[in-house]
């Protein structure tokens, strides 16, 4: 009997540790990006922190709604942690922004990019110069 009960105990830590091992490889599903914080670095240029799971397919709408009112605008995001609240950069932050974001309506530029790094399906002339 007490056989039994040390198979049936072990069988059991067995299958919890399988749980959690599952539980901690598998990804945090995406979510669509929220500013968790925001700072105007300079005119019109803004920098967003977003969630570490946020889907970078939103962070184009995300940016682009920081530059609703204004002709000429920048939006960088980052990370949340990572994001700068001030000019000049490090050269830290630099390399951690996951998103750029410009736009000019009175000369019809716009220009988005992603941290291929971060993004690897991003389409090459759509990365980030690091």
């Known amino acids: 009997m007490k056989k039994w009960l040390y198979v049936a105990g072990g069988a059991a830590l067995l299958m919890v540790g399988a749980i959690a091992a599952n539980a901690a490889l598998k990804p945090r599903p995406m979510v669509a990006a929220t500013a968790l914080a925001t700072h105007e670095v300079g005119p019109s240029f803004y920098t967003v922190a977003v969630q570490s799971n946020a889907d970078p397919a ?3 709408d995300l940016a682009g709604m920081k530059c609703l009112d204004v002709d000429n605008c920048m939006v960088g995001i980052w990370r949340e ?7 000049p950069f490090t050269e830290a932050q630099i390399k951690a922004q996951a998103f750029a974001y410009a736009i000019n309506r009175e000369t019809g530029f716009e220009r988005v990019a992603w941290d291929c790094s971060l ?3 991003t389409t090459r002339e759509k990365c980030l110069a690091k």
């Open 81 to 87: 942690g990572e994001e700068p609240s001030a000019l």
């Open 119 to 121: 993004y690897p399906n």
């Open 58 to 60: 939103s962070f184009a």
